[in-house]
């Protein structure tokens, strides 16, 4: 599939089904999908205590038949604390750029919450940490788990992440198409991310994104948040 940005190939997908990004990941006959187990095993994992220095809450929402998944970059420190995902600063802009009430928005028919990782990793004098490597294994399992309609990537690393062939700007400005399904890419959306937040374009873009998600959650009319 070719983005209507770029005029390249997207989010090829290799032999084993997996996206470029995910690829360095064992092929996914390893893995046993059972839904209900891989919400356990996200909600133990531990495997990044020890470089954390603190203990990690993994978040999880949303279900198996969630109409859009949602894939961002990793917790905030106050989702570490809620388990909430996008219950901060950031998630009142992105509700607002999807014209939905928290309602809508945490309703898990309607979107299925993952990021490269599930647990906030901490941060430095220059800003949160990147999410560490090997959490993108559960980003895995649950890409082929979740039986969405729609894909919105929200943030540069993920989408640098999914789409490594793509460059972002014309991945916000484009529909795409990840594992034989509709994409679409949004910048982060922190308060502090000014430069995107003030871009008329981008205002416009927004439109339309608004649009589609209504459209795949079967909304008449805007939900306010």
Request: glycine share 8%; proline share 7%; charged share 30%.
């Amino acid at each position: 599939m070719r983005s209507k940005g770029t005029g390249r190939s997207i989010g090829k997908e290799k032999a084993e089904g997996v996206p470029d990004g995910l690829a360095l990941f064992r092929p996914l006959e390893f893995y046993v999908i059972d839904f209900e187990q891989l919400k356990e095993n996200i909600q133990a994992c531990r495997l990044c205590r020890d470089e954390f220095g603190f203990e990690p809450h993994p978040f999880f929402h949303g279900g198996r038949h969630s109409r859009i998944m949602q894939i961002s970059q990793a917790p905030s420190r106050r989702v570490h604390g809620s388990l909430r995902p996008f219950d901060d600063a950031s998630g009142r802009n992105l509700r607002q750029w999807y014209g939905l009430d928290e309602t809508a928005f945490y309703n898990s028919d309607n979107f299925y919450f993952s990021a490269m990782a599930h647990c906030y990793p901490g941060k430095t004098a220059k800003g949160d940490l990147p999410p560490p490597k090997r959490c993108a294994q559960w980003l895995v399992r649950e890409m082929e788990a979740v039986d969405s309609q729609m894909y919105v990537i929200v943030g540069r690393k993920a989408a640098e992440f999914l789409f490594p062939e793509g460059e972002f700007s014309r991945l916000v400005f484009g529909d795409q198409m990840l594992k034989g399904k509709s994409a679409l890419v949004l910048p982060h959306p922190s308060p502090r991310n000014i430069n995107w937040l003030r871009r008329q374009d981008f205002a416009e873009r927004l439109i339309e994104v608004r649009k589609k998600i209504h459209e795949v959650l079967d909304l008449n009319e805007a939900v306010s948040p």
